[in-house]
């Protein structure tokens, strides 16, 4: 079965410093999100990407994220100066034809831990 | 705005017991449901939806939920409870709309299965 890949599965970094999670989602999918999770506990929106442009940001998502496909493969999301809130459990998602009834599939996650 | 809540942090069944975990949300509009499901260091993985008809849906792995739209509720069921059922359970809603906007999900109840 398909899968949504993500790369690295753990990243450290130090307060201030840029990081880019790498995300494959599965191929013939449509929508694109980034959620976190922080101690294993709530799952918060961030940001869906539809057609090269953002659909949806949440409150969270300020200026200091981007997200970006680079090609027809990948999804990233960066954050530009890391903060110690910043730390999480990062999951993509994607889903097919992206209607509201769609599920979402997700990625076994990065854990970003700054430091 | 849209919520989910899920009233109990803790579900504890002895194996062979029928388990529920609850589910009540707040959307404008009909809403489109989901229960998804993650296991330690996974992300987490759909079981099943309700966006229309029938009030009693079936997922994967023998869990069944059930729509109330008089109590705004969606709690999952299944009838005997296997010790590999043990997880953290997450609901989720969205509000219909032509392109997917963002999930919102409960903060997760953990189900403990013992033999």
């Known amino acids: 079965e398909p899968e949504v890949t993500q790369t690295p599965s753990h990243q450290v970094t130090q307060m201030g410093q840029e990081v880019i999670l790498r995300c494959v989602p599965i191929?013939?999918?449509?929508?694109f999100y980034w959620y976190r999770q922080i101690l294993g506990q709530k799952v918060e929106f961030l940001v869906s990407?539809?057609?090269?442009?953002?659909?949806?940001k949440s409150e969270i998502f300020d200026d200091q994220f981007s997200v970006e496909r680079p090609d027809g493969s990948n999804f990233t999301l960066k954050i530009r100066s890391t903060k110690l809130e910043d730390s999480a459990m990062y999951f993509c998602?994607?889903?097919?034809?992206?209607?509201?009834?769609?599920?979402?599939?997700f990625g076994n996650g990065t854990r970003l831990t700054v430091t | 705005a849209q919520s989910v809540a899920q009233p109990e942090d803790q579900v504890n069944v002895a194996e062979g017991n029928p388990l529920t975990v609850k589910c009540t949300y707040s959307?404008?509009?009909?809403?489109?449901l989901f229960w998804y499901v993650q296991y330690p260091n996974r992300g987490l993985q759909f079981l099943l939806k309700?966006?229309?008809?029938?009030?009693l849906v079936k997922g994967s792995y023998g869990f069944e939920a059930e729509f109330n739209k008089s109590q705004t509720s969606f709690h999952l069921k299944k009838p005997s409870a296997l010790v590999s059922d043990s997880a953290l359970y997450f609901c989720?809603?969205?509000?219909?709309?032509?392109?997917?906007?963002?999930?919102?999900f409960g903060d997760g109840t953990t189900l403990t299965v013992k033999p």
């Open positions: 998602a994607s889903s097919d034809t992206g209607g509201a009834n769609s599920p979402l599939h």
């Open positions: 191929s013939n999918h449509l929508y």
């Open positions: 990407f539809y057609n090269n442009e953002i659909s949806e």
């Open positions: 959307v404008s509009g009909n809403p489109y």
């Open positions: 309700y966006i229309t008809g029938d009030n």
């Open positions: 989720a809603v969205r509000a219909p709309r032509a392109n997917a906007g963002k999930s919102t």
